[in-house]
C-alpha cells in the first residue's frame, strides 16, 4: 500500500487531534500592512506606531516556534498583515526554516523584490501563498488603496514562481472585485495554478478602518457567485477535456474525470474542508511525474515486518516508508504536471478551484475526524492555535477569545490552558437543531463576530446557507426536468 | 555512507517523518514518513555507517528477525533512500 499527501497528512492530523498535539501553528507576526483592502479582518498602518511597539521582537517568536516544535508542531504558518513589513523577517524566517517544520508563507507579494525571491529561492518555504485582490490596477485601487498594487503583485508572483519555489494563489471575493473572477481565473490557470477562493468574509476581528460587512456579497450574491464558479470552471473542464480527446493523449479518461472539481457537487465542498496543507500541488520541477495514489513510490518492505512487539510479521496494512512529495493527489485537484524551473519555462494551464470556507483560517481540518458533539466544528484549539501579533494564543485567526499567553506561562501551559477553554465555549442551540445546517458555515469564531455571541444566530449565515439550499433545489429541478 | 546534512527526523504524534532543513527544501519539498524500524536505521545512518552489515545488526537487536530477510530489507530500505538523495555520496 503507498500513501500519499493526504494520508499522511490525515494520519497526523487524527493522532495529534486524539492526543492533543499542537500539530498546526499559525503566527501571525504583524498587523500592519502596506495594503488598505476594503474586507480586511485585522489591519494597521504600516507606520501605526502602536502596533510596532507591541508587535513581538524576533527572539520571541523563534522562541515560541521552538517551544511549539518540541511539544509536536509540524506545520507552521508565517503571515500578517504583510510578513515583509518586518524588518526582521528574514531574521525570523531563516531561525524558523531550520527548526525542522513544513513552512508556509502568506503575503499580497507586493512586496517581493528580486533580492527578496533570492534568498526565498535558496531556502524556500514549503509554499507560499500569494492573495490576488484583483485583475487590474482599477480593481486593486478600488479594493486596496493601491493601484500599483496590482503588477506589484505579479511581478512578486513571477519571482517567486521563477525561483522554483512552490506558489499558491487564492482571491477574497467582494463587491469590489467579483467582476474580476474570471481574469482571476485565467491569470491563475496561466499559471498552471488552482485558484482558492475565500467566499465568506466575516466581521473584523479587530482594527478600525476596514468595512468587511458593506463590502462582502450578498448572501443571494454570493451563493449566485459560487454558483457561477462551479459552471465556469465545469466548462473549461469540459474544454480540456475535449481538447485532449482530440490530441489523443494517453490518460485514461476516468483518470482525469476523477480529478476534475466540476464533477464534486458544489455544495460538498461545505462539508470537506480541503485540508489546507494537503491541498497545495507543487510546481517543483521534481514533480514532474504526476503522483497520484496509483503511480506513488513503492512500499518498502522494511514496514511490513516489524512491529513494536518486535516480533517479525506478514506483511500489514499499516502505513509504509514512503516519500510524501508536497504535492497531493486530492481528487478535486488537477494534479499538474508543471517543470517550473529556474529558466523559466512555462507551465502547462490548468483551470481548478477550492472554497477556502471561511476569510482566514488555515489550519487544516477533517470533519471525518471531529467529534459532532463538540462546540468546535474544526480543529482550532485540538491540534492547531493561531498567535496574534500581540502574543496571545486564540484558537484561530477569527478570534479574540479564548486566549492565553504563552509569553507568560509557556507554549505549553498556554496550549492546555487554550484546549481546556475551549471546551468550555457553549454552542449555539440553534444552530445544532438546524435543518439546514450542511450548507452553513458557521462556527463560534464566526457567531462571535458576526452576532457578539457564541449561541446567536447569525442572519447573515443564515440568509447564505438558505440561498445556497434555494439554488441546490433548483440544479435539482432542473436536473428533474432533463 | 551516512545521510546527508539537513534533514531531522522527528516523532510526531507517534510517527516518524523526516523534515528537510532550509536549502534541502529546494531539492525536497515534501516529507519522508518512516516507520519505527525505518527510523532506527535513519538514527543509525546519521553517523558513518561502514557497511550494510551494521545496520542489519541494529534490525537484529531490537526485532526477531531471520539474517536474510533483514538483509534483504537493509538493501531495499538503502536503495530507496540512495534513489531519493537522502544518502551522502
Avoid at chain 1, 528574514?90 to 527578496?116: A, R, W
Avoid at chain 1, 499499516?318 to 510524501?324: A, E, F, G, N, T
Wanted: proline share 4%; with cysteine; charged share 25%.
Amino acid at each position: 500500500m503507498s500513501m500519499n499527501w493526504g494520508q499522511l497528512s490525515s494520519r497526523l492530523v487524527m493522532n495529534s487531534l486524539n492526543q492533543r498535539i499542537p500539530l498546526i501553528g499559525e503566527f501571525e507576526l504583524t498587523p500592519r500592512c502596506n495594503l488598505k483592502c476594503k474586507m480586511c479582518y485585522i489591519c494597521r498602518d504600516c507606520n501605526d506606531k502602536d502596533a510596532i511597539s507591541r508587535e513581538l521582537s524576533d527572539r520571541d517568536w523563534i522562541r515560541l516556534a521552538l517551544e511549539a516544535r518540541d511539544l509536536g508542531m509540524l506545520f507552521i504558518l508565517l503571515t500578517g498583515g504583510e510578513v515583509f513589513l518586518r524588518k526582521d523577517f528574514k531574521t525570523i524566517y531563516d531561525e524558523i526554516s531550520m527548526m525542522g517544520f513544513n513552512v508556509s508563507l502568506y503575503t499580497n507579494g507586493t512586496m517581493i523584490t528580486p533580492q527578496v525571491a533570492s534568498w526565498l529561492g535558496n531556502h524556500p518555504p514549503s509554499q507560499i501563498e500569494i492573495t490576488l485582490y484583483g485583475a487590474s490596477p482599477e480593481t486593486y485601487h478600488a479594493v486596496c488603496g493601491d493601484s500599483s498594487g496590482f503588477h506589484s503583485a505579479i511581478r512578486g508572483i513571477e519571482l517567486l514562481i521563477n525561483q522554483g519555489i512552490n506558489v499558491q494563489l487564492r482571491t477574497t471575493i467582494v463587491k469590489g472585485n467579483v467582476h474580476d473572477f474570471e481574469a482571476l481565473a485565467e491569470i491563475a490557470g496561466s499559471y498552471g495554478l488552482p485558484l482558492g477562493i475565500v467566499n465568506y468574509v466575516s466581521p473584523r476581528r479587530e482594527g478600525t478602518f476596514s468595512s468587511p460587512e458593506a463590502e462582502r456579497l450578498s448572501p443571494k450574491d454570493l451563493a449566485d457567485f459560487e454558483e457561477k464558479v462551479s459552471l465556469f470552471y465545469e466548462q473549461k473542464q469540459q474544454e480540456e477535456l475535449k481538447s485532449r480527446q482530440e490530441n489523443k493523449t494517453v490518460i485514461e479518461l476516468n483518470e482525469l474525470q476523477n480529478k476534475l472539481v466540476g464533477n464534486i457537487p458544489l455544495y460538498n465542498n461545505l462539508n470537506q474542508l480541503s485540508e489546507k496543507i494537503s491541498n497545495i500541488p507543487s510546481n517543483k520541477n521534481q514533480s514532474k511525474e504526476l503522483i497520484s495514489k496509483d503511480n506513488f513510490p513503492k512500499v518498502n518492505p522494511l514496514i511490513d515486518n516489524y512491529s513494536k512487539d518486535n516480533v517479525l510479521k506478514d506483511k500489514d496494512n499499516s502505513p509504509k516508508d514512503i516519500l510524501v512529495k508536497n504535492d497531493p493527489s486530492k481528487n478535486n485537484l488537477i494534479n499538474n504536471n508543471l517543470s517550473i524551473e529556474k529558466s523559466n519555462k512555462q507551465p502547462d494551464k490548468n483551470y481548478s478551484y477550492y472554497l477556502v470556507e471561511d476569510t482566514n483560517h488555515n489550519a487544516g481540518m477533517n470533519y471525518e475526524f471531529i467529534n459532532n458533539k463538540e462546540t468546535f466544528p474544526c480543529t482550532s484549539g485540538k491540534n492547531s492555535f493561531w498567535m496574534t501579533w500581540d502574543g496571545r494564543m486564540v484558537p484561530c485567526s477569527m478570534m479574540n477569545k479564548p486566549e492565553a499567553f504563552p509569553l507568560k506561562i509557556g507554549v505549553k501551559n498556554a496550549w492546555r490552558k487554550l484546549g481546556e477553554e475551549c471546551k468550555k465555549v457553549p454552542a449555539c442551540k440553534t444552530c445544532s437543531k438546524c435543518s439546514i445546517s450542511q450548507y452553513c458555515n458557521s462556527c463560534p469564531a464566526g457567531l462571535m463576530n458576526e452576532t457578539g455571541s457564541f449561541t446567536k444566530i447569525s442572519s447573515y449565515l443564515c440568509e447564505l446557507a438558505q440561498e445556497r439550499k434555494n439554488k441546490e433545489n433548483e440544479l435539482r429541478l432542473s436536473a428533474d426536468r432533463r | 555512507m551516512k545521510i546527508k546534512q539537513g534533514f531531522l527526523l522527528r516523532e510526531i504524534a507517534g510517527s516518524w517523518v523526516v523534515v528537510p532543513l532550509g536549502e534541502r527544501v529546494v531539492e525536497f519539498n515534501g516529507l519522508l514518513s518512516l516507520s519505527e524500524s525505518g527510523a532506527l536505521l535513519w538514527k543509525r545512518l546519521e553517523e558513518e555507517v561502514m557497511n550494510e552489515e551494521e545496520l542489519v545488526k541494529v534490525l537484529k537487536e531490537n526485532y526477531e528477525v531471520e539474517d536474510t530477510i533483514a538483509q534483504f530489507d537493509v538493501m531495499e530500505f538503502l536503495t530507496n533512500i540512495k534513489e531519493r538523495g537522502f544518502i551522502e555520496q
